[in-house]
């Protein structure tokens, strides 16, 4: 069958490889159809893993963690739930059981994380065998916006974090996939918001998802904005998830006195901060990372009642055959991408 493997930082192959043995008790082997690529598989891809939990070897690695697949075989302990042909989501995320965040339910801030296309092999392979906890079924959501249920997985997780009460403002930093479908899923949850991003396309995209603001004009320019809708000093809320080192000082500008920011963007880089802010506004400052397996239903559930909406999301398709166009297509800004997905197509 064939696969996309990512043998070292920079050099993706499509190859044959060996199709997967029979499913262990509790796998179950699925059959991959859209794959979304995101900046993380870039900062994979070119061998930027500092943002990835530890120092664990990556390489060589099929990526693809964000994707939808049909059930083809299922291990002889799976529950009767789950049959042959059902279109799924895929979790991709495992925590280790034993860490403190694991104990405490939280399995997605685990301290030794195992994900799907990060840590074992991903989608972008023609079969693939995945544990049959980590398989949501979508009922009848297509094949490409059950691809996007990862991604909006974050958005709600980060949400949840950010804990906005109905008619809030929120500020969203970023309006790439992530940004796009937080705004979606704030406004689908009552809250009022103003998206963040240089890009003009990206911008209307946000009005799009139901932001009712979207400004950039850098950072003196953004707190203009910022101020002047909310009437005051800033926002509760801001969710930051560009990645950009510097978006947490600027969260601290736009955030008003008590309020809340998220910071869901990764980013290995260090980037000068005034602490001074935190006690002088009584910040709370709150990470985000990946989602539970509760915030993966209510995604599905999001996807679902917005599917024609977020299928402007989709702005470029490339066969397996051709992934590693797809990574470069994320990697350049002039090819002006939004959610880029590789369909993958059954194995002979
Ligand atoms: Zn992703
Ligand atoms: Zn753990």
Not at 25 to 32: A, E, H, N, S
Not at 220 to 228: E, K, N, S, Y
Not at 302 to 313: G, N, P, Y
């Amino acid at each position: 069958m064939l696969a996309a493997v990512t043998r070292s930082p920079g050099v993706m192959v499509v190859d044959d490889v060996p199709e997967p043995g029979p499913p262990g008790p509790r796998d179950v082997i699925v059959r991959p159809e859209a794959v979304g690529i995101c900046g993380s598989d870039l900062h994979f891809y070119t061998g930027d893993t500092g943002a990835l939990s530890g120092a664990r070897s990556f390489f060589p690695r099929i990526q693809g963690h964000e994707f939808s697949a049909v059930v083809e075989q299922l291990g002889r302990d799976c529950p009767a739930g789950v049959r042959a042909g059902d279109r799924v989501a895929v979790w991709p995320l495992r925590g280790c059981g034993r860490c403190y965040p694991c104990r405490s339910g939280r399995a997605n801030a685990c301290v030794s994380l195992d994900l799907v296309g990060i840590h074992r092999d991903g989608g972008l392979q023609q079969l693939v065998p995945v544990p049959v906890s980590q398989l949501f079924g979508v009922g009848d959501l297509g094949s490409e916006p059950a691809a996007f249920v990862e991604p909006m997985s974050i958005a709600v997780h980060a949400l949840g974090r950010a804990g906005i009460p109905d008619g809030e403002q929120a500020i969203i930093l970023g309006a790439g996939p992530i940004g796009l479908a937080t705004v979606l899923a704030a406004t689908a949850a009552g809250a009022r918001v103003m998206a963040a991003d240089p890009v003009p396309a990206r911008r209307d995209l946000a009005l799009t998802m139901g932001a009712e603001n979207a400004a950039w004009g850098g950072d003196g320019g953004l707190l203009d904005a910022v101020q002047a809708w909310t009437h005051g000093p800033g926002a509760p809320v801001v969710i930051d998830t560009t990645g950009d080192p510097g978006a947490l000082a600027q969260a601290t500008r736009l955030v008003c006195s008590a309020g809340r920011v998220v910071v869901v963007g990764m980013s290995a880089a260090a980037a000068p901060l005034r602490s001074g802010v935190f006690p002088e506004k009584e910040i709370d400052v709150l990470g985000s990372s990946c989602a539970t397996a509760a915030d993966f239903r209510s995604a599905i559930a999001l996807v679902q009642a917005h599917r024609e909406t977020i299928s402007a999301l989709f702005s470029h398709r490339f066969p397996l055959t051709h992934a590693r166009e797809a990574i470069e297509c994320v990697a350049n800004p002039a090819a002006g991408a939004v959610k880029v997905l590789i369909a993958v197509g059954g194995p002979g």
